[in-house]
């Protein structure tokens, strides 16, 4: 089965400063991967997605992510935090093969990290 | 434009006491539909999708159930709700084969 491991349960950045928060997955075969972001109390919100292709993928807000297999990684970076940007974040995977009907299951998410932003 | 809406958006019930929770998706025909669970410090943990009326798939045996009556709606439910039934829940929907899924603002459940 898949996992995904987000080593980081929180992380302070100063407003301003570059940011990376890191994932780490495990499948065996070509992972459909997301970046979402969860404002406290609220849903979550899709920032980005790898499916195929280019493995430097941007998304909404500025931010964007890395898909390296090697290292079974897909790094989130922002070059510039702002305040606004304190939330926790989730990496999640979806394994195609897994189960016919491929993208109808559910994925499967990271426990998330919490970033703090420093004024 | 597609919308996802959950009721209520909190709830607190007695241990023992039943449980309904609704989702509802508008703008999109033959959603899949999801219920994940989210608990503190866990991330959020799948536990029933649905890919049309009447057809669930329970990723985590327990005392919860699910139901899609209608296409677009589905319902979360419990007979008796344990204290362990305390979280977030949230509900997704997706499209076809799409592995893309949008979330609805969510329902924090206590169970006391």
């Known amino acids: 089965a898949q996992s995904v491991t987000q080593p980081d349960i929180h992380i302070t950045v100063s407003e301003g400063a570059s940011l990376e928060l890191r994932c780490n997955y495990s499948y065996g075969a070509t992972p459909y991967l997301f970046w979402y972001v969860q404002s406290p109390g609220q849903g979550l919100q899709l920032l980005l997605k790898y499916f195929s292709g280019d493995t430097l993928v941007q998304g909404i807000k500025g931010f964007e992510a890395e898909f390296k297999r090697s290292q079974s990684s897909f790094n989130l970076r922002k070059p510039s935090v702002h305040w606004s940007d304190a939330a926790e974040y989730f990496c999640?995977?979806?394994?195609?093969?897994?189960?016919?009907?491929?993208?109808?299951?559910?994925?499967?998410f990271g426990k998330g990290t919490h970033l703090i932003i420093q004024p | 434009s597609q919308t996802i809406h959950q009721w209520p958006a909190t709830l607190v019930q007695p241990v023992g006491s039943p449980l309904s929770l609704e989702c509802t998706v508008e703008g999109t025909s033959n959603p899949n539909l999801y219920w994940y669970r989210q608990a503190a410090g866990r991330g959020l943990q799948l536990l029933f999708y649905?890919?049309?009326?009447?057809?669930i798939s329970s990723e985590v045996p327990q005392n919860l159930s699910a139901s899609r009556p209608q296409d677009r709606q589905f319902i979360l439910s419990s007979k008796k709700l344990l204290l362990s039934d305390s979280g977030f829940y949230l509900c997704?929907?997706?499209?076809?084969?799409?592995?893309?899924?949008?979330f609805g603002p969510g329902t924090r459940l206590t169970v006391t």
């Open positions: 997704a929907w997706s499209v076809g084969i799409d592995y893309e899924q949008y």
């Open positions: 999640a995977v979806g394994a195609w093969e897994v189960h016919s009907g491929g993208g109808a299951d559910g994925l499967t």
């Open positions: 649905s890919v049309g009326i009447g057809q």
